[in-house]
């Protein structure tokens, strides 16, 4: 469902284009750290799936890597991820340039290769943040995206990263390894979503109803607005 119609840089598109049906990349339900880092000393965790995430459970692994700049206690600058409660959260102190990076290996070929994208869901954000996308086959290919999420503050959404705006070449047939990296530019972001899927194609007619209906709902935000 489209919450809301906006532009989103490299590739980012509204989610609304997905169908009902996705394959779960990640739901958040297997809870994880939190890990923390300061002092640019990378901390890393690694949990095996245990049926919530992408691959086979048992054989298949989640690792989230964190790096920071910062200085903890007395400054508090520390930059954290986590996952809990069905949900990622990644948050990094102002002035501190913190990354994290959900990395899915041992997936066993997994094919997206009917799939248009990777819908990131509920995603909030209180500041723009940069970041890097990277998948890897079997064979050893390997495809990489990267921009800027330029989210409207203080609103919820689910959006796509296209496979189109991929460079590389990597066989999506045959999918084993995924990472997804978030970078805090000094900014101090708190940044949270409750899963990743990879987006299946809607006919034709159900996309321009959607868009449609999304252009509708946002003339009536405007208006809204404008009255108020």
């Known amino acids: 469902m489209i919450r809301f ?3 989103l840089l490299s590739g980012v598109l509204v989610a609304g284009l997905a169908s009902a049906a996705p394959l779960i990349i990640d739901d958040f339900s297997l809870d994880q750290g939190p ?13 095996t799936n245990d049926g919530s995430f992408i691959g086979p459970a048992g054989t298949s692994t989640r690792t989230i890597d964190v790096n920071g700049n910062g200085h903890p206690p007395p400054s508090g600058q520390w ?35 009917k799939h248009i994208g990777f819908t990131f869901h509920d995603v909030f954000a209180d500041h723009p943040f ?17 921009g800027t999420f330029n ?16 460079t590389g070449l990597v066989d999506l047939a045959n999918v084993d390894r995924l990472m997804f990296t978030l970078i805090s530019d000094e900014v101090g972001l708190d940044f949270n ?8 194609p809607v006919p034709a007619a159900g996309f321009f109803l959607i868009t449609a209906l999304a ?8 208006k809204m607005a404008e009255a108020a």
């Open 151 to 166: 989210l409207p503050l203080a609103i919820s959404s689910d959006v796509l990263l296209s496979f189109s705006s991929f």
């Open 215 to 222: 252009g509708l709902g946002l003339l009536r935000s405007r």
């Open 35 to 47: 890990i923390q880092a300061a002092y640019s000393n990378p901390a890393s965790d690694t949990v």
């Open 79 to 113: 930059t954290t991820a986590e996952v809990g409660g069905g949900m990622f959260e990644f948050t990094s102190a102002a002035d501190v340039l913190g990354n994290t990076s959900l990395v899915y290996e041992f997936i066993g070929g997994v094919d997206l290769s």
């Open 130 to 146: 940069d970041y890097e996308v990277s998948i890897f086959d079997l064979g050893g290919g390997s495809s990489f995206a990267s």
């Open 193 to 200: 979503m409750t899963q990743i899927s990879a987006a299946i």
């Open 5 to 7: 119609l906006m532009p």
